[in-house]
């Protein structure tokens, strides 16, 4: 956290309205129902507009509508959330990291460790790795053979980088991920199951962020890839072969099966679950509970989830469904037999 920067830096600095004493601190950012002096908070979903007259923070982040219903000084912007995020980066910056590598680190004598990188305690680089300038290896990870990590990208703890896998610059991986393990890949022979080796490896952009404990599998052939700018969430899984377009998030718990492409500026909900092979088209929007079963061909919102219910009337309707097919067929025969009675009745009148 920072000393603190004055309300008229802040609207310098992000080109933003201030209404307000211009000398006034802020220290840190907070809720409305919990911000107290020094705190700067914001306003951008209006079922928090009744939190709005009682904070008690020093400024809030408003836009123009809500600006003159706001008791405290305002920064105001036409998004407030993103003016939020980048006022909060500015209060609360990355942690930094003294360039050198830790006593209790394992690094092969093949591998290359750029002087201004940071590699923490009980992190493991083997042969023919690459730790570019400013990259930080935090506590726990291991850096396979081969792998490379871009210029000042992070791993935050026990992140797993297999062997060949190649990280962009600025990539911030969250601990417990696992990136370039094996695909699923199985043929299924007389007496079992043969592995497929898993020859490919995992391609991640620049500015691409990976959640805890996500898992992206190596390609069985070409490599999975994660393009630029791309941010995933917690405990989602990217089969081997997927390919994601640049600038796609994917919420926590989704599962993308392998050889699909999603395409640029997709926003892929919590729970969703894609099947193999498919191609999702650029600026597709997948609700959450969604299962895509088929390829998307043009940009949409799309979804399949059914809402929650009493228990009582689910179970009902639960009952329903199984006889939906049933109840499709025999409206299609009624629907036959009032056309047969509308052309009788034609002929009659004539």
């Known amino acids: 956290m920072t000393a603190g920067l004055t309300l008229g830096d802040l609207a310098l600095r992000f080109g933003c309205e201030l209404r307000g004493d211009p000398d006034t601190t802020v220290v ?6 919990h911000a107290h002096d020094g705190c700067i908070s914001f306003l951008a979903n209006p079922r928090y507009r009744h939190a709005l007259a009682d904070t008690g923070a020093s400024a809030v982040i408003v836009s123009q509508e809500d600006a003159e219903h706001c008791p405290v000084a305002a920064l105001i912007s036409d998004d407030p959330y993103v003016l939020y995020a980048r006022v909060a980066d500015a209060l609360h910056p990355a942690p930094e990291f003294a360039p050198g590598v830790h006593a209790t680190a394992v690094v092969h004598p093949h591998a290359r460790v750029a002087d201004t990188a940071h590699v923490a305690a009980g992190a493991v680089i083997e042969s023919g790795a690459v730790i570019s300038d400013g990259a930080v290896v935090g506590p726990g990870c291991i850096v396979m053979d081969n792998a490379m990590v871009g210029a000042g990208s992070r791993l935050v703890a026990s992140v797993t980088l297999c062997e060949e896998v190649r990280l962009g610059a600025r990539v911030l991986i969250h601990p417990g991920a696992v990136i370039g393990a094996d695909g699923f890949g199985l043929a299924r022979a007389p007496e079992g199951w043969v592995k497929v ?4 490896s995992v391609d991640i952009g620049d500015d691409v962020e990976i959640g805890a404990s996500t898992t992206i599998d190596r390609g069985a052939i070409d490599d999975t890839v994660i393009e630029a ?3 995933l969430d917690n405990q989602i899984q990217i089969a081997h072969n997927v390919r994601i377009g640049e600038h796609t998030v994917i919420a926590a718990c989704s599962g993308v099966s ?5 395409g640029k500026r997709c926003m892929i909900a919590g729970a969703v679950g894609f099947v193999g092979h498919l ?3 650029d600026d597709v929007v997948v609700t959450g509970q969604t299962m895509v079963n088929k390829s998307i061909t043009k940009a949409g919102v799309y979804s399949s989830a059914l809402p929650m219910d009493e228990a009582r009337q689910w179970r009902r309707n639960s009952a329903r469904f199984r006889q939906l097919d049933d109840m499709a067929r025999r409206l299609k025969k009624l629907e036959k037999r009032l056309e047969a009675l509308d052309r009788k009745r034609t002929d009659d009148e004539h």
């Open 279 to 281: 191609a999702i088209a």
């Open 229 to 231: 700018g791309c941010k």
């Open 197 to 200: 080796p898993q020859v490919g």
């Open 258 to 262: 392998g050889s699909t492409t999603i």
């Open 28 to 33: 840190q950012v907070a809720t409305l129902a």
